[in-house]
């Protein structure tokens, strides 16, 4: 039973944010492009970034602010340009950013942190930046939670928000978070941001270990094609203002406040990969009977990122063997005959064995997931690519996908050791390859 319940209001539910999304002209679509998250005090400040060796200026910028300054008020996202690839110019450019709203809320640059996404090797648009800094600080509402959250998204066909509520010391703490991803998903961080806000008194490197163990759990255990981005960042604010006592270290209060901050990141990675260009369903592979967790997870993360397991699944294919290959390839020792494999409730392999099943129920059962994954829509916007999508891609703006409750179940047991883990992922269909073949064109 989980501890705590949840509320709306995304990154704004906690006490003491407000945020805003606006269209300031970076995208050529003229839909919304810059989102701003202000804290109304100093919070404490951690983040888990991108461990590509090509980064994004921003990523640098947060990097180098949070080594020096555990500690932020504002979070401001450009999308459409990932300024990523783009030298002395690009670093400019986000000092520039930080400068300006800076001035705006009349805080230091130091106290905010930067976050891009869009086309790689593009700089930001800084003349309509310039511009709509001031509309953007105007724009901040202690309900500005969505517009943040629509102002982020490239490739998303959806926004993704979540917040949950518990109580410590007899007082609510709340944890809301946003996110955006679609493709260029894939373990030790992906293309996709995440922004995190807690009302919860906690002490800055207690913060950041919870933050990385939660992204493990999380944003690191999901995996859409196998590609990791340079843009990648989780940022993750603590003011204090549910008035709790400070948390210091691991204990209870720790633990619930990690758990629910784990399970935040876990419905916001599960959007992401369940939103997967192309995609036409969620996958979940659980792995147990591992030696720890550490090797359940290779495992189960292989698995859902293996090419030959997402494309059977896309085909409505049970085929057990691409699951066992993968299994076996993940750099992790068990012996064969403790394998066992089951997709929903068909138990496919049992022992090591294989075990005849109902093949056409099987692929029923990979149907009606992909059948419940989506709900027509009329109201999506155009603006897949954030720059000019092609008719193609248009059609798939009369899709919204948000439901996480029914993915396609993989249960992989490898022995009796005490290690369980989780990924996810999607499908890889024909879509895919079109969305990224005109990704700039």
């Not at 704004?12 to 970076?26: E, H, K, M, V």
């Not at 926004?159 to 991803?181: F, M, N, Q, Y």
Request: charged residues 20%.
């Amino acid at each position: 039973m989980n501890d705590w319940q949840e509320i709306t209001g995304g990154v704004t539910a906690p006490r003491g944010y407000r945020a805003a999304g606006i269209t300031a002209g970076l995208k050529a679509s003229g839909l919304p492009d810059l989102a701003l998250i202000v804290s109304d005090v100093e919070a404490i400040a951690a983040g888990v970034f991108t461990t590509s060796q090509v980064k994004a200026a921003c990523v640098d910028y947060c990097r180098q602010r949070l080594q020096a300054k555990h500690s932020a008020r504002a979070i401001l996202c450009n999308a459409g340009q990932a300024n990523a690839a783009t030298g002395n110019e690009g670093w400019l450019d986000a000092l520039e950013c930080a400068m300006l709203l800076g001035q705006e809320l009349n805080m230091p640059s130091e106290s905010i942190l930067l976050a891009s996404t869009g086309v790689i090797g593009q700089r930001i648009k800084m003349e309509p930046l310039r511009t709509g800094i001031g509309k953007l600080v105007a724009a901040l509402s202690e309900t500005g939670s969505d517009a943040a959250a629509g102002a982020i998204i490239t490739t998303d066909l959806v926004t993704k928000s979540i917040a949950l509520e518990t109580s410590i010391g007899d007082r609510p703490v709340r944890i809301g978070g946003i996110a955006k991803g679609s493709g260029m998903i894939h373990p030790n961080m992906a293309t996709m941001l995440a922004f995190v806000t807690c009302d919860a008194a906690v002490a800055p490197t207690l913060w950041q270990q919870m933050l990385s163990r939660a992204a493990d759990r999380s944003f690191n255990s999901i995996t859409v094609d196998g590609d990791t981005s340079t843009n990648d960042s989780l940022i993750a604010l603590a003011n204090g203002q549910s008035r709790t006592p400070a948390i210091t270290e691991m204990g209870a209060e720790a633990e619930k406040l990690e758990a629910m901050l784990t399970a935040v990141c876990q419905h916001l990675a599960k959007a992401i990969a369940r939103d997967g260009e192309g995609a036409t369903c969620l996958i979940e592979v659980q792995v147990s009977g591992a030696s720890n967790e550490q090797a359940a997870n290779q495992i189960a993360k292989t698995i859902v990122g293996s090419s030959l397991v997402k494309s059977a699944i896309f085909g409505r294919d049970p085929n057990w063997g691409r699951i066992a290959a993968a299994a076996g390839r993940a750099g992790i020792p068990f012996e064969q005959e403790n394998l066992q494999i089951k997709l929903g409730d068909f138990l496919m392999m049992e022992n090591g064995q294989p075990i005849p099943f109902d093949r056409t129920a099987a692929s029923a059962y990979l149907k009606e997931a992909a059948a419940n994954a989506f709900k027509p829509q009329t109201n999506m916007s155009n603006d897949l690519l954030g720059e000019s999508p092609s008719d193609t891609l248009r059609e798939r703006s009369t899709i919204k996908a948000q439901s996480l409750d029914n993915p396609v179940i993989i249960a992989v047991s490898v022995g009796n050791g005490h290690g369980s883990g989780k990924a996810w992922g999607c499908d890889l269909s024909y879509d895919y390859v079109k969305i990224n073949a005109e990704y700039t064109t």
